[in-house]
């Protein structure tokens, strides 16, 4: 059984700088592929980045791309993803989600993970 845990949310002004962190344990199969989502108040959950086994498979929603790096650490015991987030705007306040799926394409589509996280608040301040 997978076991998904976000931090490093928080509240920080716009233009500055925030890094999450989900660790993820259970059989390594599962973190195939790990991503990031958000959900702000009232909308529906969006596809934020995700990342394969290798970094050259990380792909990026085009609101984030040129701001937010996803990685990866894969370590044999716990796989610890991470999105860097720079130059942080108003539109990115949302609760933001680490989830996983035992394929081997890099997907955006929710419904293809398998395993998610409570989310972890980031909050904007213009």
């Known amino acids: 059984q997978a076991r998904l845990v976000e931090s490093g949310g928080g509240l920080v002004q716009a233009g500055d700088s925030l890094r999450l962190s989900c660790s993820a344990s259970?059989?390594?199969?599962?973190?195939?592929?790990m991503a990031w989502f958000r959900q702000a108040p009232e909308k529906e959950r969006e596809f934020v980045a995700a990342i394969g086994r290798s970094p050259s498979s990380a792909m990026y929603a085009d609101s984030v791309r040129d701001r937010f790096t996803v990685s990866r650490d894969n370590d044999k015991y716990t796989q610890t993803l991470y999105l860097q987030m720079n130059s942080l705007k108003a539109e990115d306040t949302a609760n933001y989600y680490c989830?996983?799926?035992?394929?081997?394409?890099?997907?955006?589509?929710?419904?293809?993970?398998?395993?998610w996280g409570r989310g972890t608040r980031v909050t904007v301040s213009s």
């Open positions: 259970g059989p390594t199969y599962i973190t195939n592929v």
């Open positions: 989830a996983t799926h035992v394929g081997v394409t890099v997907d955006s589509t929710p419904s293809a993970y398998n395993y």
